[in-house]
């Protein structure tokens, strides 16, 4: 049972131009979503988060929406760079307190094109 | 700060050999998950600790894997004996144990080949 879900499994973008990826979730329960950027051979890494009271969290060049009645998040890259190429991850949990569990999406392998 | 220590980094063994995993996470970080990661698929929480004591294993197979955090700090997985299935990178991360927002800190995993 996927309960988060990335059904882009690839995107190619031109260097300067917005990203956009795109997330799912099933769980109503869930109440906190971040993304995590991983790059090959390294662990993933935090990115940025957003709470269930917000629809829109913003950190420089990254922007994550959340359309809680859609089960919806998307995350914006703009502009992107050569350096964003990764594969970026979803993930969600039931709280953004303490050490829930994160419940992690498929990925999406960005690539940006020079 | 030191990151999250992971050895070793590859591993390949045979079907139904034994293989230890050691992790060490940022100090003084009182959670501790093992992540495994199959080829195409996003991380899968295997356990996680809170100081020495199991928080949530209820994915963890129980025949074959074990894990332990002694003393709270460093912990090893363990996977006996093992399957082709079991081939994957197996991550390890850390957390606070306190606040609003946390956020899990990830080591460089350790890949595994069952042949």
């Known amino acids: 049972d996927q309960q988060v879900k990335q059904n882009s499994p690839s995107l190619s973008v031109q260097e300067g131009r917005i990203s956009i990826l795109n997330c799912d979730y099933t769980n109503s329960m869930f109440d906190y979503f971040l993304w995590y950027k991983k790059y090959p051979a390294e662990g993933p890494t935090f990115l940025i988060s957003?709470?269930?009271?917000?629809d829109k969290n913003e950190d420089g060049r990254f922007t994550v929406f959340l359309n809680k009645s859609a089960k919806h998040l998307s995350l914006h890259i703009v502009p992107s760079q050569p350096g964003d190429s990764a594969v970026y991850f979803c993930a969600a949990s039931r709280s953004n307190f303490g050490n829930e569990k994160l419940t992690f999406g498929t990925g999406t392998r960005l690539t940006i094109i020079p | 700060e030191a990151g999250v220590a992971q050895s070793p980094r590859y591993k390949i063994i045979e079907k139904r050999q034994s293989v230890a995993f050691w992790c060490n996470p940022i100090?003084?970080?009182?959670?501790l998950y093992w992540y495994q990661q199959i080829l195409g698929q996003g991380p899968k929480l295997l356990i996680q600790f809170q100081n020495n004591g199991v928080v949530d294993d209820s994915q963890l197979p129980k025949d074959r894997f074990s894990a332990e955090r002694l003393k709270g700090v460093d912990s090893t997985l363990k996977i006996q004996p093992a399957k082709l299935e079991d081939s994957a990178v197996y991550l390890c991360a850390s957390s606070e144990n306190r606040g609003l927002n946390y956020e899990q800190y990830f080591g460089p995993g350790t890949r595994l080949t069952v042949t």
């Open positions: 957003i709470s269930s009271i917000k």
């Open positions: 100090s003084g970080h009182a959670t």
